[in-house]
């Protein structure tokens, strides 16, 4: 068993929110028990013992959409890329990247992504992937990554049909063998959605394979109408918007989650809240590809489960909160909006979208839950309570603040150091692969 205690824990549990001077017993991958420390130290002698050091104990984060392959950009410019517009970002960035993207840079993207997410207390990741230079075997690599450093994932393949009809062809089979691998295995740790791309890139008939390929073994993990590249396409060559299309081909749904939505009509929201399906928003990327800003309030308002991701423009999630707050206030040219919508999509919302995939309930400290954890350093100089803790978190805390990750039991970063994780070894070899990606990409070497 182990017993992290000494701190101040947020539960996310409404019937039992918050505990000044708490502690989360684990036994081996689920939370056995919450309450006072001092109480569970005395039930629990020798129970191994986790010094929150006054710290925040608060449930691991959950990134609800991000991308493993960009982990190697990190600094990079590509010789002549100065894009203009949307289209010009994915053309001359993105896919310039993932069609040179091997399975060893997938591997090395892997793990430069979950070590900087066990770094900032994000204990579960949904990973949209695209490689197109090496598809095959791309989702199963991440899988090995996860596994071998402990992290909770969601994978899919992004299908699209911008590299033709035989790589659109290995992008559905290799969604489908990883889905049909997750549904066997049923591990709890590493799941499966089936991914598409912008719907700009994707025909009906292409739909219909996917639908036909995913035979309801799991929901669909799609972009859409992130640009209006997305909208233009839709009415001039079906006749409809975006998730009408989605709609009649069968697309959403309870299990499936559409990334960004942001140039989305009210007929196409009630479509969504109808159909149940779930959106993830993604404020940094979406500003830094000046695509625009979604209509959160609007879907949330409607009741659409909306929830918050990164887009890997960054691996923390509470510098995502911090923007997705100030573009929404900024967007509605009002001060007071947003606030009760930031957090539940954080911490409410982003649990939800786990629990349609993930057995145990993530997101939350109370028995029987995942034994996901997150320690926040956090040094307090105001008064710190259950009802301004959100506060706290918002003008306070970073993902840097993380001192403790704690993942299905398994402590993976403790006291700011990787716990039996080389990491100076996997840094050393993701930078000669990265040289390796950047050489191809700027035809010279590193």
């Not at 000044?20 to 109480?39: F, K, S, T, Y």
């Not at 899919?156 to 489908?176: F, H, L, M, Q, T």
């Not at 008939?205 to 035979?215: I, L, P, Y």
């Not at 403790?414 to 996997?426: P, T």
Request: aromatic share 8%.
């Amino acid at each position: 068993m182990l017993l992290i205690g000494n701190g101040r824990v947020l539960t996310r549990d409404p019937g039992r929110p918050y505990l000044p001077d708490g502690a989360v017993l684990i036994d081996g991958d689920q939370i056995l028990a919450v309450g006072a420390c001092l109480e569970l130290r005395e039930q629990y002698p020798d129970a191994e013992w986790l010094d929150a050091c006054g710290g925040v104990i608060m449930p691991g984060l959950i990134n609800a959409h991000t991308h493993i392959y960009s982990g190697l950009a990190r600094g990079l410019a590509i010789k002549g890329n100065d894009p203009h517009n949307f289209l010009e970002i994915l053309e001359g960035t993105w896919w310039n990247i993932d069609r040179r993207l091997s399975l060893d840079g997938t591997r090395a993207s892997a793990y430069a992504t979950i070590l900087e997410c066990i770094r900032n207390g994000v204990t579960t990741i949904f990973d949209h992937h695209a490689s197109f230079f090496e598809i095959s075997g791309s989702l199963f690599t991440i899988r090995d990554v996860a596994r071998e450093l402990g992290m909770r994932a969601c994978l899919c393949y992004e299908v699209s049909e911008r590299d033709g009809e035989a790589k659109c062809d290995e992008s559905i089979r290799e969604n489908a063998e990883f889905a049909r691998w997750c549904r066997d295995e049923d591990d709890d740790m590493i799941q499966a959605m089936f991914g598409g791309h912008a719907l700009f890139t994707i025909s009906d008939r292409t739909f219909e394979k996917m639908v036909k390929a995913n035979d309801g073994m799991t929901g669909f993990h799609i972009h859409v109408a992130e640009g209006m590249n997305d909208v233009y396409d839709s009415l001039r060559h079906y006749g409809c918007r975006p998730v009408n299309r989605l709609l009649y081909n069968g697309i959403l749904g309870e299990k499936t989650l559409l990334g960004h939505c942001i140039h989305i009509s009210p007929a196409e929201m009630d479509i969504i809240r109808e159909t149940g399906t779930m959106v993830v928003n993604n404020p940094e990327s979406n500003m830094g590809n000046a695509v625009g800003c979604a209509p959160v309030l609007q879907m949330m308002q409607k009741g659409i489960t909306v929830g918050l991701g990164t887009d890997a423009y960054t691996h923390d999630m509470l510098e995502s909160l911090k923007v997705l707050l100030i573009i929404q206030r900024h967007q509605a040219a009002q001060p007071n909006v947003g606030w009760n919508e930031a957090k539940t999509m954080l911490f409410e919302n982003n649990a939800r979208i786990a629990a349609k995939i993930f057995k145990k309930p993530l997101g939350v400290l109370k028995p029987g839950a995942a034994a996901d954890v997150a320690v926040m350093d956090y040094p307090v100089f105001t008064p710190f309570s259950e009802e301004n803790a959100d506060g706290h978190i918002l003008f306070g805390m970073m993902g840097r603040s993380c001192r403790t990750t704690v993942i299905n039991g398994r402590v993976l970063y403790k006291d700011r150091a990787f716990v039996d994780i080389d990491e100076e070894r996997l840094l050393a070899w993701t930078l000669e692969q990265s040289k390796k990606l950047w050489g191809e990409l700027n035809h010279r070497a590193y």
